[in-house]
């Protein structure tokens, strides 16, 4: 039956690609050194803008007279940045222009350095608007709306976005320092150690996911793939061999991960201590549950701590319907 079932959802995901024109990554596709992240085709939005254009329009008279108002402002390109930004939005968003869109982000998010727009920060001697060099790092990462894709370009522009202030910019360009290397191709740099740096510079923000993701990866550790669904405590310490399911690739750590990150779970209490107390993030109140049932290095095993967290994940689940 589980094969059956195996079967069936590939052949849903065959089915979903096929639709979108996108090469797919099943279990028995991958191949060592083959990438995991499919080449965008610019097409893969068509079907969401086809029922956008559908929808009914609901931007009202005084809705549309503001959006006249931000692009008459941007002037082209030339105006304050939050007004590009604002028609950079709608634009996408509405009207589904997505490369006139990317022309805008790219344009606040690359301004001369004597730029007098008030909403600039300074970065690398020139001007940007960090939200703008985000959105557009997402669209070249995607080739959204047929926008070349190059995800060389996105990542600088998300590493332009996060040295500007944007946390969000800083979590997305840790996944991809995070990401195996070479997988996301020519200039996409792998670098585990500095991902480190930049999800606790969002964590220490408030960003409780940034605060979850790291402390995972350091729980993780050295001997587990970091594209394993799950694992137990006792296959990250190296206490029990690591259990191969049917249809999972190897579970156990990629010999071309050139930065393993070594365990420290004593930093990973403390920051989930603060993405569940601080954050109200309940993955990260069960994570604590866990560990102190169990007990991990440098951490000892205490029930009433494990008792009072798994009553926080329960209250929380109850609240907001669900882990999140």
């Given amino acids: 039956m589980g094969n059956s079932s195996s079967k069936e959802s590939e052949e ?117 608007y960090p939200a703008g060099c985000f959105n557009l790092a997402k669209m070249l990462m995607t080739g959204k709306g047929g926008i070349q894709y190059d995800r060389a370009e996105a990542y600088r522009n998300f590493d332009r976005a996060c040295r500007g202030g944007h946390g969000g910019a800083c979590h997305l360009q840790a996944q991809i320092l995070c990401s195996p290397a070479g ?58 061999p690591l259990a191969q399911r049917t249809n999972e690739e190897d579970r156990s750590r990629r010999s071309d991960d050139t930065a393993p990150v070594p365990r420290d779970p004593k930093r990973a209490e403390q920051l989930l201590l603060q993405a569940c107390v601080s954050g109200s993030h309940a993955t990260s109140c069960h994570n604590l549950a866990v560990m102190y049932t169990h007990g991990d290095d440098g951490v000892p095993a205490d029930p009433a701590k494990a008792e009072e967290f798994q009553r926080k994940t329960d209250d929380m689940v109850r609240n907001f319907g669900g882990f999140f």
């Fill in 12 to 128: 849903k995901v065959r089915a979903t690609a096929e639709m979108f024109q996108t090469p797919i990554d099943t279990p028995q596709d991958r191949q060592p050194g083959k990438s995991r992240y499919p080449t965008p085709t610019g097409k893969e939005y068509d079907v969401i803008d086809k029922i956008a254009a559908e929808l009914p329009n609901i931007i009202d008279e005084e809705s549309k007279q503001q959006v006249q108002d931000y692009l008459e402002a941007c002037d082209g390109g030339k105006g304050p940045m939050v007004a590009c930004f604002a028609a950079g939005e709608y634009l996408s968003l509405f009207e589904r222009k997505h490369k006139e869109a990317a022309d805008l982000y790219r344009n606040i998010c690359h301004r001369p350095k004597n730029d007098k727009s008030p909403n600039g920060v300074l970065v690398d001697g020139t001007k940007a």
């Fill in 183 to 240: 997988e996301l191709g020519p200039g996409v740099p792998h670098n585990p150690r500095k991902a480190i740096d930049l999800y606790q510079k969002v964590c220490d923000g408030g960003d409780s996911i940034s605060c979850f993701t790291l402390a995972s990866m350091l729980l993780r550790g050295d001997k587990v793939s970091k594209q394993a669904d799950n694992v137990s405590p006792q296959e990250a310490r190296g206490i029990e």
